[in-house]
């Protein structure tokens, strides 16, 4: 019953939201000049950025590392005593994290953005923040989180149904939330959510990672794939006494087989490459070579995007599973509109009404 009850305040606060977008969607279609500009551009060019393997593991190691730094740092000063108690009961970690993120998560973005200008001289049209075509991509943005987010929501809300809500977990920050926030509190969480956590994760994910993925072949996509498995299987271990959670990990492995599966059907679906000989016959050697092919790898790139994402998000399973589809459409985003705009737009929204439905539970 709790469950359909989180999924009624999650569509309403996915109303609240859609409705004064439509609304400003709809003018801007009656207004606009005809013909109306595209929502796409018509070639997919995603910046062929210089930097390396380096670049990409030291942004991943600066935003998961720094908050942690933060958080160390604001617990050996006593900041957390002040505010909450040296007895204050383990309810209390959640609303801690509050501040280390909205402390932490800033400056590791600019120790990532210090780190690829000194590095490669990267500018932010090189990791997608460019203002070229910024209304498009808004609008771009705003529609395929219209679409995007309920689907991910049913998906949720089935895997509750399929596993039971025993057996689900809840993100750190909504069981703060749920236990009861004060006022600056509030600000902390709509902050860190809505603004903080989209710029850093779709920064190092859809900014850095992605372009580094289309760039390679397919050895660089199997190398996302294994790193979303060392991820899935270091997340599951929780803190005594709380048993190991493999969830994820097996979600990780049961995706894993798209790495030949998905080249296999996109490069039977695509025309004949006129570079490529004559393939072999059907079999072992034709899937291999479909997973090499140049022509499979942006559709490949996104989908182990997508793996990675989610299993960088297995501390709530079976949070992992939506947002696995979540992180293919922002990798999609990126890449089809060769800037980060629409999936900033798309991920924040995305938070956004998780914020509203619990605010809407704890006015309730």
Known sequence: ?????????????????????????????????????????????????????????????????????????????????????????????GRQRLWTVTLGTPLALVLILYTLWKTRRARPADYGLAPTRIGANLRLGYVAWLLAHPVAMLVLFGMLVLIGEDAAEEHPLTEAARAGLSVDEWILLAIS??????????????????????????????????????????????????????????FVLAMLPGLVVLPYVQLHRAPPDPEMTEPPANGLLEVLRCAGDRRAQAPLAIYTNGVFFGAMHAGAWPSPVPLFLLGMVLAWLRYRSSSLVGALTVHALFNATALIALALEHLS
């Open 1 to 93: 019953m709790e469950d359909w009850q989180d999924l009624v305040l999650t569509l309403e606060a996915w109303l609240l939201l859609a409705a004064p977008g439509a609304l400003l969607l709809a003018l801007w279609w009656l207004v606009a000049p005809r013909p109306r500009p595209p929502w796409l551009p018509r070639i997919c060019r995603v910046r062929w950025i210089p930097w390396t393997g380096f670049e990409v593991f030291t942004s991943f190691v600066l935003v998961i590392a720094i908050p942690m730094l933060v958080d160390e740092t604001l617990r050996e000063l006593g900041v957390f005593d002040w505010l909450y108690g040296a007895d204050a009961d383990p309810s209390t970690r």
């Open 193 to 250: 959510a809505v603004v903080l956590a989209p710029l850093a994760e779709e920064l190092v994910f859809r900014g850095v990672l992605l372009p580094w993925q289309l760039r390679g072949q397919w050895e660089r996509q199997a190398m996302i794939a294994a790193c979303a498995f060392v991820m899935a299987a270091v997340m599951g271990l929780r803190a005594p006494p709380k048993p190991y959670r493999p969830e994820t990990l097996l």
